[in-house]
């Protein structure tokens, strides 16, 4: 059974690090595109990045790229975000998902969410001082 697990989530002053991870059980990360996306208070879910199955190639939505470093480690299955500089606009819930793809494809799509069947359960960010 196909399963994605967030942590790493917490309580971070603004300018602060945090890194998530996203681990998968029941399928191999070889053949699936993993996008980041985040859920703040009545707010529609937003993409945040996407990494391809190869892991050669990323895509940000704008308002992290700079700050936001997605990567992964097939040997462990897992998938990471290292978000640097946090702003209280970063507050929400983040959650990881996959969408099937060629094994070590290079592509790559823009993160949205209608396009990932996969999802994890989320893990809360808190940026506040």
């Known amino acids: 059974q196909l399963q994605l697990v967030e942590s790493g989530g917490g309580l971070v002053q603004p300018g602060g690090s945090l890194t998530l991870s996203c681990a998968a059980s029941g399928f191999s990360l070889d053949y699936y595109v993993i996008g980041w996306f985040r859920q703040a208070p009545g707010k529609e879910r937003e993409g945040v990045s996407c990494?391809?199955?190869?892991?050669?190639?990323?895509n940000y939505a704008d308002s992290v790229k700079g700050r936001f470093t997605i990567t992964k480690d097939n040997a462990k299955n897992t998938a990471y975000l290292q978000m640097n500089s946090l702003k209280p606009e970063d507050t929400a819930i983040y959650y990881c998902?996959?969408?099937?793809?060629?094994?070590?494809?290079?592509?790559?799509?823009?993160?949205?969410?209608?396009?990932?069947?996969?999802w994890g359960q989320g893990t809360q960010v808190t940026v506040s001082s």
């Open positions: 990494i391809s199955s190869s892991g050669r190639n990323t």
């Open positions: 998902a996959a969408d099937p793809s060629p094994q070590w494809s290079d592509y790559v799509p823009y993160p949205h969410p209608s396009d990932f069947g996969s």
